[in-house]
């Protein structure tokens, strides 16, 4: 009832009623006549931008059968087919003519191209896995000695082949080509096509063209192109009767330009009413992007900064780039595979800049476009984004396509909901000034109330110092004036339980008082009279919910392991329990460590007033403690007992979070010990492995280094971390020497037991790296992070079995005392550039020690061992680079004679084939050129199988002894 609503409600309630009422109803109107306006505005921008593109691109077309036409019928063109026609076919006997050798030195150059230039990327851009060599080279011969002048023996670039005017040899086809090539090159430049051909109209032989791709100088009836769209053009032109004949392709994925999106336009080529041949055109897509994407100005036409406008086919694929594309083509290519595009179409975007062919799209608005509808309507576009589309078909002979329109629906519909905001902000401006007079005038006839119910709320909430100031003499002064002697009343006989009180909340300690149960009840019943915070935040209860009441049911959750429910009685029957500590199981389920003690409390000496709990949390102590244990644990599995003794006597020893230190990293790796372990059981390779680490390890202790990670047969350990010293570069050096001095015994041990000998190869490094703990709570470790500890692994790459590569950084730190032998120049993955590296052959000072040398001079064979041989790009095997011979041989490396040279460091894998027996297989490394030997080249065995060393024995042995 309006009886029982305040005054100030009342007010409230008409005024904004009446103000708010008419505010709605207004804005309502005025936004949905703005809304229909607004929109159908986007729309007809959208369809305009759409209309004008239609219209560019159909003249564009009619422009290419234009210029078509006006090429094919030129005196230059005309001239020209028939001399080039002439000139090829006096080339083909003139090849007839030519010796062998010259004609096998030909098909050599045109090989050669092939296989080193072309059919390479064209693998990289197709999803069969294996591209056969004879589907693209040209059989025929005449065909083969143009492509070996014009392509294979080209000074230009590829993009750039059309600069050749006059080709090797001075016959008819090299003289009419100096005469007419500059005309037509400029032709087509100036009309801005990518080529253009000339075609025999009998042979269907591309006489001339200008960019001389691979299908130059091939047939078009009989060649490898002759199923492409280019050979239906000039099929269809070579059989039109009517001069004016122009035929235009649809794009198709180009084999000679490498698969690029490729259309082609023909028309024949009529002298007198005579044919002479067909003129082919090879269409640019940069004139259609630049019709497409109004020279790439969406902005200023009318397309913001989400809109394009876009030609799709009847296969569903573009037919010009998308602008999100040219605009920013990694984040499309990115979006493009989180999409689900599959890797190969990314690739062939990504190589041929283009969306031609490669990008799908399904959208109702493009389906609706080829089937020759028009219309608007918003979808989800191939981004996956709502936008708003506007389409229609395109009338161009011969082609089934439609074109697109679209932009964001949040751009194109802003100006609705900046509208919108309008209208909001205007009506929540009226209605906070209808609201600010309503409670203006509530205010000057409620405040006097409001004042006394304001002191009353105060003094509930123990503010006893409080009093109300209201100089009135009517009745509302007369309450005031009782408030206040009531206040002072209160404030006089509750000062000494505040204090109290102030120092139970200021306790850390939890604070827990009982007063005796009512007669006939036990104790748990007896109601909590008094709880500090502390005890609150143990509890997880408000006070609210623990003071009056009973006590077994506040602590019900809170038993301590193995007493549950037992310390009130304990505390009742001695009087007091003192320094109990145990593991307390509280409210949310954490077990917590608590010092408990608890007394009880008497007037005098007679009669119990209560019980008093008190707990003092002992969690950081105990965190205090394990910290202590987890550096024992922790660093005690990778450094010695006296670093971990000295990290626990240092105050900063438990501040082990990150930190950037330089330290110096060593990274060693077992050569053969794949082999080895093909050979061998699972328990023997797993008896090698701890053997060799445990001498590994032993050594690495003994010279202080932290083992980092232990990596199969690799060790990655760190000199200055966690603790450092002067000498961390000294004691990583004289470690690393150790180790290779350590391997004789290791190999020893292998060779009683009948196994194969292994070496190893060890990188050092210095540099500032990450230190710290890493990992989660579960699961920790002490660990070095950051390119120096990557770099460390790269030189370690580079090192061949024995050998000990140490940087430019560890050299200069002892450099008073390691002993270097040859120098090398490498340029490892990840680095800025090369680095320089020393092989280290020993250590003086306090260590003493040299490098035992594992090299074994190389014996000449009395006749080669011939090879063949493959560059091992990272873990894979590229193809065969090429064949040799082993001229001189021994245990750990050979000689190699070859017309191929390979660069040093190169890591290669070798086949040897042993007369009677299996195809022997090893890996080595390049080390150096031979020396005085052109086209040689000496390796270092990087992993020798047994039956191979015994073959290499056996032919050893033939060479010594005749």
Same mark, same amino acid.
């Given at each position: 009832?309006?009886s029982?609503?305040?005054l100030?409600?009342?007010?409230?309630?008409?005024?904004?009623?009446?103000?708010?009422?008419g505010?709605f109803v207004?804005?309502?109107?005025?936004?949905?006549?703005?809304?229909?306006?607004?929109?159908?505005?986007?729309i007809?921008?959208?369809?305009?931008?759409?209309?004008?593109r239609r219209r560019?691109?159909?003249?564009?077309?009619a422009?290419?059968?234009?210029?078509?036409l006006?090429?094919?019928?030129?005196?230059?063109?005309t001239?020209?087919?028939?001399?080039f026609s002439?000139?090829?076919?006096?080339?083909?006997?003139?090849?007839?003519?030519?010796?062998?050798?010259?004609r096998?030195?030909?098909?050599?150059?045109?090989d050669?191209?092939?296989?080193?230039?072309?059919?390479?990327?064209?693998?990289?851009?197709?999803?069969t896995p294996?591209?056969?060599?004879?589907?693209?080279?040209?059989?025929?011969?005449?065909?083969?000695?143009?492509?070996a002048v014009y392509?294979?023996d080209?000074?230009?670039?590829?993009?750039?082949r059309d600069?050749?005017?006059?080709?090797a040899?001075?016959?008819?086809?090299?003289?009419?080509?100096?005469?007419?090539?500059?005309?037509?090159?400029?032709?087509?430049?100036?009309f801005?096509?990518?080529?253009?051909?000339l075609?025999?109209h009998?042979t269907?032989?591309?006489?001339y063209?200008?960019?001389?791709?691979?299908?130059?100088?091939?047939?078009?009836?009989?060649?490898?192109?002759?199923?492409t769209h280019?050979?239906?053009?000039?099929?269809a032109?070579?059989?039109?009767?009517d001069?004016?004949?122009?035929?235009?392709?649809d794009?198709e994925?180009?084999?000679?330009?490498?698969?690029?999106?490729?259309?082609?336009?023909?028309?024949?080529?009529?002298?007198?009413?005579?044919?002479?041949?067909?003129?082919?055109l090879?269409?640019?897509v940069?004139?259609?992007d630049?019709?497409?994407?109004?020279?790439?100005?969406?902005k200023?036409?009318g397309?913001?900064?989400?809109?394009?406008?876009?030609?799709?086919?009847?296969?569903?694929?573009?037919?010009?780039?998308?602008?999100?594309f040219?605009e920013?083509?990694?984040?499309?290519?990115?979006?493009?595979a989180?999409?689900?595009?599959s890797?190969?179409?990314?690739?062939?975007?990504?190589?041929?800049?283009?969306?031609?062919?490669?990008?799908?799209?399904?959208?109702?608005?493009?389906?609706?476009?080829?089937?020759g509808?028009?219309?608007t309507?918003?979808q989800?576009?191939?981004?996956?984004?709502e936008?708003?589309a506007?389409?229609a078909?395109?009338a161009?002979?011969?082609?089934?396509?439609?074109?697109?329109a679209k932009?964001?629906?949040?751009?194109?519909?802003?100006?609705?909901?900046?509208?919108?905001?309008?209208?909001?902000?205007?009506a929540?401006?009226?209605?906070?000034v209808?609201?600010?007079?309503?409670?203006?005038?509530?205010?000057?006839?409620?405040?006097?109330?409001?004042?006394?119910?304001?002191?009353?709320?105060?003094?509930?909430h123990?503010?006893?110092?409080?009093?109300?100031?209201?100089a009135?003499r009517d009745?509302?002064?007369?309450i005031?004036?009782?408030?206040?002697r009531?206040?002072?009343?209160?404030?006089?006989?509750?000062?000494?339980r505040?204090?109290?009180?102030?120092?139970?909340?200021?306790?850390?300690?939890?604070?827990?008082?009982?007063r005796?149960?009512?007669e006939?009840?036990g104790?748990?019943?007896?109601?909590?009279?008094?709880?500090?915070?502390?005890?609150?935040? !143990? /509890?997880?209860?408000?006070p +609210?919910?623990? *003071? %009056?009441?009973?006590?077994?049911? @506040?602590?019900?959750?809170? $038993?301590?392991?193995?007493?549950?429910?037992l310390?009130?009685?304990?505390?009742?029957?001695l009087?007091?329990?003192?320094?109990?500590?145990?593991?307390?199981k509280?409210?949310?389920?954490?077990?917590?460590p608590?010092?408990?003690?608890?007394?009880?409390m008497?007037?005098?000496?007679?009669?119990?007033?209560?019980?008093?709990?008190?707990?003092?949390d002992l969690?950081?102590?105990?965190?205090?403690?394990?910290r202590?244990a987890?550096?024992?644990?922790?660093?005690?599995?990778?450094?010695?007992?006296e670093?971990?003794?000295? !990290? /626990?006597?240092?105050?900063? +020893?438990?501040? *082990? %979070?990150?930190?950037l230190?330089? @330290?110096?990293?060593?990274m $060693?790796?077992?050569?053969?010990f794949?082999?080895?372990?093909?050979?061998?059981?699972?328990?023997?390779?797993?008896?090698?492995?701890?053997?060799?680490?445990?001498t590994?390890v032993?050594?690495?202790?003994h010279?202080h280094?932290t083992?980092n990670?232990?990596?199969?047969?690799?060790i990655?350990?760190?000199f200055?971390?966690?603790?450092?010293?002067a000498?961390?570069?000294?004691?990583?050096?004289?470690?690393a020497?150790?180790?290779?001095?350590?391997?004789r015994?290791?190999?020893?041990r292998?060779r009683?037991?009948g196994?194969?000998?292994?070496?190893?190869?060890?990188g050092?490094?210095?540099?500032?790296?990450?230190?710290?703990?890493?990992?989660?709570?579960?699961?920790m470790?002490?660990a070095?992070?950051?390119?120096?500890?990557?770099?460390?692994?790269?030189?370690?790459s580079?090192t061949?079995g024995?050998q000990?590569?140490?940087?430019?950084?560890?050299?200069?730190?002892?450099?008073?005392?390691?002993?270097?032998?040859?120098?090398?120049?490498i340029e490892?993955?990840?680095?800025?550039?090369e680095l320089?590296?020393?092989e280290?052959?020993?250590?003086?000072?306090?260590?003493?020690?040299?490098?035992?040398?594992t090299?074994?001079?190389?014996?000449?064979?009395t006749?080669?061992?011939?090879?063949?041989?493959a560059?091992?790009?990272?873990?894979?095997v590229?193809?065969?680079?090429?064949?040799?011979?082993?001229?001189?041989?021994?245990t750990?490396?050979a000689?190699?004679?070859?017309?191929?040279?390979?660069?040093p460091?190169?890591?290669?894998?070798?086949w040897?084939?042993?007369?009677?027996?299996?195809?022997?297989?090893?890996?080595?490394?390049?080390?150096?050129?031979?020396?005085?030997t052109?086209?040689s080249f000496?390796?270092?065995?990087?992993a020798?199988a047994?039956?191979?060393?015994?073959?290499?024995?056996?032919?050893?042995?033939?060479s010594?002894?005749?």
């Open positions: 009832m309006l029982n609503v305040s100030k409600h009342k007010l409230l309630g008409a005024l904004l009623g009446v103000g708010l009422l505010v207004t804005g309502w109107q005025a936004y949905r006549r703005g809304e229909r306006a607004l929109e159908q505005a986007s007809n921008q959208l369809t305009s931008v759409l209309e004008e560019a691109i159909e003249g564009y077309w422009d290419v059968q234009h210029e078509a006006s090429l094919a019928e030129s005196a230059v063109v001239g020209a087919i028939g001399e002439a000139a090829c076919r006096a080339l083909g006997g003139e090849v007839e003519r030519m010796p062998p050798a010259t096998q030195g030909y098909r050599a150059m045109v050669a191209h092939y296989r080193d230039s072309f059919l390479p990327r064209v693998r990289g851009l197709t999803s294996e591209v056969t060599p004879w589907q693209y080279l040209p059989a025929d011969p005449t065909t083969v000695v143009m492509q392509i294979a080209n000074p230009h670039s590829e993009g750039a600069g050749l005017d006059r080709g040899g001075g016959g008819p086809y090299t003289a009419a080509h100096a005469r007419f090539h500059p005309f037509i090159r400029a032709a087509i430049r100036q801005g096509y990518f080529d253009l051909f075609i025999d009998e269907g032989r591309i006489v063209s200008v960019a001389k791709q691979v299908d130059f100088g091939t047939s078009l009836l009989s060649g490898q192109y002759s199923d280019l050979a239906a053009a000039f099929r032109a070579r059989d039109a009767i001069a004016d004949f122009v035929w235009l392709t794009f994925s180009y084999a000679p330009s490498f698969g690029a999106p490729s259309a082609f336009v023909a028309a024949p080529i009529f002298k007198d009413g005579r044919r002479l041949g067909v003129l082919a090879q269409l640019s940069s004139r259609i630049a019709v497409m994407t109004g020279s790439r100005r969406w200023e036409q397309l913001g900064e989400t809109g394009e406008t876009y030609l799709v086919g009847a296969d569903t694929q573009m037919r010009s780039n998308s602008r999100f040219l920013q083509p990694e984040q499309y290519l990115a979006t493009a989180q999409s689900g595009m890797e190969l179409r990314r690739r062939l975007m990504k190589t041929h800049q283009s969306t031609i062919l490669f990008q799908e799209i399904s959208t109702p608005a493009a389906a609706a476009a080829v089937r509808q028009t219309g309507l918003t989800s576009d191939y981004r996956g984004v936008v708003l506007a389409y078909p395109v161009i002979p011969g082609l089934h396509w439609g074109i697109v932009i964001d629906t949040a751009e194109a519909f802003a100006p609705i909901r900046a509208l919108r905001r309008a209208v909001l902000w205007t929540a401006g009226i209605a906070a209808v609201v600010v007079l309503a409670l203006v005038l509530a205010r000057s006839l409620t405040a006097p109330i409001h004042r006394l119910i304001a002191g009353m709320q105060t003094l509930g123990g503010d006893l110092s409080y009093r109300i100031a209201e009135r009745e509302i002064g007369r005031a004036s009782a408030f206040n009531m206040a002072a009343e209160l404030e006089t006989t509750t000062v000494s505040d204090h109290l009180t102030s120092i139970l909340d200021s306790m850390s300690d939890a604070v827990v008082v009982v005796p149960p009512a006939g009840t104790w748990r019943e007896a109601a909590v009279v008094t709880v500090n915070p502390a005890a609150c935040a !143990l /509890l997880g209860r408000a +609210a919910d623990i *003071l %009056g009441r009973p006590v077994g049911s @506040v602590m019900e959750t809170m $038993t301590a392991q193995g007493a549950a429910g310390w009130l009685e304990e505390v009742l029957r009087g007091r329990i003192g320094g109990r500590a145990g593991v307390y509280i409210h949310d389920g954490r077990e917590i608590l010092l408990f003690s608890s007394a009880v008497r007037q005098g000496a007679g009669a119990v007033q209560g019980v008093v709990w008190t707990a003092h969690t950081e102590l105990k965190a205090l403690e394990a202590s987890f550096i024992r644990e922790t660093f005690g599995r990778y450094v010695s007992e670093v971990v003794a000295s !990290l /626990l006597s240092s105050p900063e +020893a438990l501040a *082990l %979070g990150g930190e230190r330089k @330290v110096t990293v060593m $060693t790796d077992l050569r053969g794949t082999a080895l372990a093909e050979r061998l059981t699972p328990e023997e390779v797993i008896g090698f492995l701890n053997h060799y680490l445990q590994m032993d050594l690495i202790m010279y280094g083992i990670e232990i990596m199969g047969d690799g990655l350990v760190i200055g971390a966690p603790t450092t010293a000498d961390d570069a000294d004691r990583a050096v004289a470690c020497v150790a180790m290779q001095r350590a391997m015994e290791v190999n020893e292998s009683k037991r196994h194969p000998t292994v070496e190893m190869g060890i050092i490094h210095t540099g500032r790296v990450i230190v710290g703990n890493i990992g989660s709570s579960r699961r470790k002490y070095a992070v950051g390119t120096h500890v990557n770099l460390t692994g790269r030189i370690e580079y061949t024995g000990i590569l140490i940087s430019e950084d560890t050299k200069r730190d002892v450099a008073s005392v390691v002993q270097v032998g040859r120098q090398m120049r490892p993955k990840g680095a800025k550039g320089t590296v020393w280290v052959k020993g250590i003086g000072g306090s260590h003493g020690l040299v490098v035992p040398s090299e074994e001079p190389l014996i000449l064979l006749s080669p061992i011939p090879i063949r041989y560059v091992l790009e990272g873990k894979h590229g193809a065969v680079a090429g064949l040799g011979a082993f001229v001189r041989v021994s750990t490396g000689e190699v004679r070859s017309p191929t040279p390979m660069p460091l190169s890591n290669v894998k070798i040897v084939d042993d007369p009677g027996a299996a195809t022997h297989e090893l890996y080595a490394k390049v080390v150096a050129e031979a020396p005085g052109v086209g000496a390796v270092r065995f990087t020798l047994p039956e191979a060393a015994a073959y290499f024995g056996r032919r050893l042995a033939e010594r002894f005749g």
